[in-house]
């Protein structure tokens, strides 16, 4: 019998190391989550105080003590409110004791990492005296695996997931624009893919701009409503553009109809203020490689670059009101690009950077909102591409990493879902062809290979 015992024990063992070794996230939910917090709660108190984190006992206690003549009370650790488990980690809620703060236990999450062997750990503040510790069991961006069941809203997309285990939003109406860098091959067109796959479900127009001949874009044209493929044709389209945002600000207007018994919220001043049945179709312009349409080498260039900019620059600017969302990526996004970058990088409220060559790029992107974020962006290493900063114009960001979602998959889930794109009145002529283009010449025939002659 006692051979048996021993024989399943073992088993066990090594299926949770096997798991362990190989996936993680299941050993995580079979195993790990288990042993993590038996070992944060049996711990608590003593890696509380090796990290500073307790204040001595209050003054009544003391006296009490003292009075009594029992033992002197303990240093107090933050009490422990809460300890949720989630798919990727724990989540604990801590009261803090009279003189501690919120900045105390920010500093000590790598301490606290260390203590309680866990892969992170990161706090914020939840209302005064309360603090949530987010910690993951694993390395959650070694892997990235969504959540089957995501929380959605009109306009909010989820599109990667963060350090921490929480998942990363594109939200468009609370960040109408956003600006993604990051060196070659850092994972900026994945990120812009597993956008467009999410989007594809949503009763949005999508409009791209793929200067590198539209091999990132053309691929998924069946959900595109508008698509250009050389600065030409970007050049007519943000045109276009700009004339259909005209029109809608005119519908706008004509639904205003303020009189002194219309309520304030009722008044309409974007279209999410329209009712339903009028409103017109939000429209998110996906533009990769930005630089290719900054970039010029004749006078005739020159000119189509500043009225395309200025085209981007107004749509930055008004086209939120009008459900015109930017989402731009690039290599570099900075002065050298010429004028007008620097004014539509600020109208760029959403930055993400992926892996960059230098500090200067990482400042293009976040120099200006979050300058500890410029660090982190350059530390991402090179053999993990998809890994990036996000950041937000509060100041905050994040590390997160995009699903490796493969251009198959991203061009399936564009054709479940090529019946739902709207033909955009104006934007009509850039619609797509679905059909293949024609093969190309073969642009560098194969030399035969003269075999090498011997003496
Ligand atoms: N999120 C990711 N997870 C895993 N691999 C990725 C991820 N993003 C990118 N990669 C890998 O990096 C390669 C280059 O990514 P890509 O998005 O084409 O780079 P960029 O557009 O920045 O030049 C991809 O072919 C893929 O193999
Ligand atoms: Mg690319």
């Given at each position: 019998?006692?051979?048996?015992?021993?024989?399943?024990?073992?088993?066990?063992?090594?299926?949770?190391?096997?798991?362990?070794?190989?996936?993680?996230?299941?050993?995580?939910?079979t195993?790990?989550?288990v042993?993590?917090?038996?070992?944060?709660?049996?711990?608590?108190?003593?890696?509380?105080e090796?990290?500073?984190?307790?204040?001595?006992?209050p003054?009544?206690?003391?006296?009490?003590?003292?009075?009594?003549?029992?033992?002197?009370?303990?240093?107090?650790?933050?009490?422990?409110?809460?300890?949720?488990?989630?798919?990727?980690g724990?989540?604990?809620?801590?009261?803090?004791?009279?003189?501690q703060?919120?900045?105390?236990?920010?500093?000590?999450?790598d301490?606290?990492?260390?203590?309680?062997?866990?892969?992170?750990v990161?706090?914020?503040?939840?209302?005064s005296?309360v603090?949530?510790?987010?910690?993951?069991?694993?390395?959650?961006?070694?892997r990235?695996?969504?959540?089957?069941?995501?929380?959605?809203?009109?306009?909010?997309?989820?599109?990667?997931?963060?350090?921490?285990g929480?998942?990363?939003?594109r939200?468009?109406?609370?960040?109408?624009?956003?600006?993604t860098?990051?060196?070659?091959?850092?994972?900026?067109?994945?990120?812009?893919?597993?956008?467009?796959?999410?989007?594809?479900?949503?009763?949005?127009?999508?409009?791209?701009?793929?200067?590198?001949?539209?091999?990132?874009?053309?691929?998924?044209?069946?959900?595109?409503?508008?698509?250009?493929?050389?600065?030409?044709?970007?050049?007519d389209?943000?045109?276009?553009?700009?004339?259909?945002?005209?029109?809608?600000?005119?519908?706008?207007?004509?639904?205003?109809?303020?009189?002194?018994?219309?309520?304030?919220?009722?008044?309409?001043?974007?279209?999410?203020?329209l009712?339903?049945?009028?409103?017109?179709?939000?429209?998110?312009?996906?533009?990769?490689?930005v630089?290719?349409?900054?970039?010029?080498?004749?006078?005739?260039?020159?000119?189509?670059?500043?009225?395309?900019?200025t085209?981007?620059?107004?749509?930055?600017?008004?086209?939120?009101?009008?459900?015109?969302?930017?989402?731009i990526?690039?290599?570099?996004?900075?002065s050298?690009?010429?004028?007008?970058?620097?004014?539509?990088?600020?109208?760029?409220?959403?930055?993400?950077?992926?892996?960059?060559?230098?500090?200067t790029s990482?400042?293009?992107?976040?120099?200006?909102?979050?300058?500890?974020a410029?660090?982190?962006?350059?530390?991402?290493?090179?053999?993990t591409?998809?890994?990036a900063?996000?950041?937000?114009?509060?100041g905050?960001?994040?590390?997160?990493?995009?699903?490796?979602?493969?251009?198959?998959?991203?061009?399936?889930?564009?054709?479940?879902?090529?019946?739902?794109?709207?033909?955009?009145?104006g934007?009509?002529?850039?619609?797509?062809?679905?059909?293949?283009?024609?093969?190309?010449?073969?642009?560098?025939?194969?030399?035969?290979?003269?075999?090498?002659t011997?003496?």
């Amino acid at each position: 019998m006692e051979w048996l015992t021993a024989a399943v024990v073992l088993l066990v063992v090594a299926v949770a190391g096997v798991l362990r070794w190989r996936r993680p996230a299941w050993y995580w939910l079979t195993f790990g989550v288990v042993l993590a917090a038996v070992r944060v709660l049996v711990r608590y108190t003593s890696v509380m105080e090796a990290c500073g984190l307790t204040v001595p006992p209050p003054r009544w206690r003391l006296a009490l003590a003292r009075l009594t003549g029992r033992p002197v009370p303990q240093a107090r650790a933050p009490r422990l409110l809460r300890m949720r488990p989630t798919r990727t980690g724990l989540v604990l809620r801590l009261g803090l004791r009279p003189g501690q703060d919120a900045f105390d236990v920010a500093a000590s999450c790598d301490r606290l990492r260390h203590s309680f062997t866990m892969q992170g750990v990161t706090s914020r503040e939840i209302r005064s005296g309360v603090v949530e510790l987010r910690m993951t069991g694993y390395d959650v961006l070694k892997r990235v695996q969504m959540p089957a069941v995501v929380e959605r809203f009109p306009m909010r997309v989820p599109v990667a997931l963060r350090e921490d285990g929480a998942v990363h939003f594109r939200d468009y109406r609370a960040c109408p624009h956003a600006l993604t860098i990051g060196a070659t091959k850092s994972g900026k067109s994945v990120y812009q893919r597993n956008l467009v796959a999410e989007l594809a479900a949503l009763p949005v127009a999508l409009v791209g701009i793929d200067c590198k001949q539209g091999v990132e874009l053309y691929p998924l044209a069946r959900r595109f409503s508008a698509l250009a493929d050389n600065p030409d044709t970007a050049d007519d389209l943000l045109g276009a553009l700009l004339t259909h945002m005209e029109g809608v600000y005119q519908l706008i207007r004509a639904e205003q109809r303020i009189t002194a018994d219309v309520l304030d919220a009722e008044i309409a001043a974007d279209i999410w203020d329209l009712p339903d049945h009028l409103r017109p179709t939000p429209v998110v312009v996906l533009v990769d490689e930005v630089a290719e349409l900054a970039l010029f080498s004749n006078k005739d260039e020159e000119k189509r670059r500043d009225r395309i900019i200025t085209a981007l620059v107004r749509l930055a600017q008004l086209g939120r009101a009008a459900g015109i969302y930017l989402e731009i990526c690039g290599q570099r996004f900075g002065s050298e690009l010429g004028k007008g970058i620097t004014m539509l990088r600020a109208q760029l409220t959403g930055r993400t950077a992926h892996r960059v060559n230098d500090e200067t790029s990482a400042n293009m992107a976040f120099g200006d909102i979050a300058p500890d974020a410029v660090l982190a962006a350059i530390q991402i290493p090179t053999d993990t591409p998809g890994i990036a900063v996000a950041g937000d114009a509060t100041g905050g960001w994040h590390r997160i990493r995009a699903p490796h979602t493969t251009l198959r998959q991203a061009v399936n889930a564009c054709n479940r879902h090529a019946h739902l794109t709207p033909v955009l009145p104006g934007l009509d002529a850039f619609r797509p062809s679905v059909a293949p283009p024609a093969r190309p010449p073969v642009v560098f025939p194969a030399q035969p290979v003269e075999a090498p002659t011997t003496a």
